[in-house]
């Protein structure tokens, strides 16, 4: 099962800045938090990770909290392309773990 | 560089058919991982493969199966296709632990239509 929950669905005007909210409480202390988006039909996206600092980089920023049990992705301006699923994960980084995508969420930008 | 490779795009096949699909990681990249999306269950874990070993596996019947070659080239194969194998395989690559992202790759996809 999915470490993260996330809200099934957000709106955003274009524009404006998204921020996307994910929880992960039972996340532990040499696990990263990734974020990926998927847009109808490719493969998902890389966007950012980071483990306890604050991470930006020329797509988004990624903001976790002090206590790392929760964290926000942040489009700054988002556009009609941002429209997506996104996906928050945690995962540690040895071979033995595997990505465990959940549902996601469905990020639509409007005009 | 160039990206992670599937190949075919499209696939149509008839029930009780096997099929074999292909993966080229990025240059580099030594882990390769399958994944299968459906409507219904989402993304799901398939298997990794690094050094052509494989190093974890998902929660799929044993009709699925992979390998990976020296060049770190990756084939995924189902056999006896049922129509809910239906999805998009995803294949993912990424850099070896101790590498500044240890995120993966993906390619986009191959999308199987089991007739």
């Known amino acids: 099962d999915a470490k993260t929950t996330q809200p099934p669905s957000m709106d955003c005007a274009e524009g404006r800045a998204a921020n996307l909210p994910c929880n992960h409480s039972t996340i532990s202390g040499n696990e990263y938090v990734y974020w990926y988006r998927q847009i109808h039909s490719q493969g998902p996206q890389y966007i950012i990770h980071?483990?306890?600092n604050n991470e930006t980089n020329e797509m988004a920023s990624l903001i976790i909290t002090e206590d790392r049990k929760s964290s926000t992705l942040i489009l700054p301006h988002a556009t009609l392309r941002d429209t997506a699923v996104y996906y928050c994960?945690?995962?540690?980084?040895?071979?033995?773990?595997?990505?465990?995508f959940g549902p996601g969420t469905r990020l639509s930008v409007l005009p | 560089k160039a990206g992670v490779t599937q190949t075919p795009r499209y696939l149509i096949k008839t029930r009780g058919q096997q099929v074999t699909l292909s993966c080229s990681p990025i240059s580099g990249h030594r882990s390769v991982s399958w994944y299968q999306q459906t409507p219904g269950q989402g993304l799901q874990f398939l298997f990794e493969y690094f050094s052509e070993t494989q190093r974890n596996k998902g929660n799929f019947p044993g009709r699925f199966s992979g390998r990976q070659f020296s060049n770190s080239r990756s084939e995924m194969n189902v056999s006896t296709l049922e129509l809910g194998d239906s999805a998009l395989y995803l294949c993912?690559?990424?850099?070896?632990?101790?590498?500044?992202?240890?995120?993966?790759?993906f390619g986009s996809g191959t999308r199987l239509t089991v007739v």
């Open positions: 994960i945690v995962r540690g980084d040895n071979y033995g773990q595997n990505f465990v």
């Open positions: 980071g483990l306890k």
């Open positions: 993912a690559s990424r850099a070896s632990p101790g590498q500044l992202n240890y995120g993966y790759t």
